[in-house]
């Protein structure tokens, strides 16, 4: 009785981990069709979503030298050579590196491509997504407001601060 009220538990996490995705999923897609350029934060994605949508198409893996005999030994952004067991990153170019250092890599550019053949990552959209919420800049009136809304908010929630 109580395994199987663990299970309907787990059950429930994993749903509601696929639910989010599936949510995040839908309004790319949404936006992608109607070609918009959102301006509502529901369409931007955070660093973590962003890390989560790189790690799902590309899980990490742990690096073995016996298994990789004729493949790179060194991970092109750091240029320090792979240690058995790190952890790593294989694309679908098959091209590997450190996860740090994949991940760091990925975030920096406005497109998400492999550092050796320029193999996209993850879709375009997505990436502009991420890009919006990192590089947006507070000359726009929305948000001039958000920013405005936000110190009220924070001068309430901390009235001896101010
Ligand atoms: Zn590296
Ligand atoms: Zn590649």
């Not at 301006?39 to 955070?46: A, G, N």
């Not at 742990?62 to 990789?68: E, G, H, M, Q, S």
């Not at 050796?116 to 800049?137: E, G, Q, W």
Request: glycine fraction near 2%; include cysteine.
């Amino acid at each position: 009785m109580s395994a199987l009220s663990e299970f309907l538990y787990h059950l429930k996490t994993i749903t509601k981990a696929y639910f989010s995705l599936l949510v995040l999923e839908v309004i790319i897609l949404i936006t992608s069709i109607m070609g918009l350029t959102p301006k509502s934060d529901k369409s931007l994605i955070t660093s973590n979503q962003y890390l989560n949508l790189i790690e799902e198409n590309n899980p990490t893996t742990r690096y073995a030298k016996r298994l990789r005999t004729n493949q790179q030994t060194e991970c092109a952004v750091c240029l320090s050579e792979f240690k058995e067991d790190e952890e790593i990153r294989k694309l679908k170019c098959k091209h590997i590196f450190h996860k740090d250092c994949l991940d760091r890599w990925l975030q920096q550019y406005c497109s998400a491509t492999c550092p050796l053949c320029r193999n996209k990552v993850l879709p375009d959209d997505v990436v502009a997504s991420y890009h919006r919420i990192r590089d947006r800049v507070d000359y726009d009136e929305s948000d001039e407001e958000v920013i405005l809304t936000l110190s009220a908010l924070h001068r309430t929630g901390f009235p001896g601060f101010f």
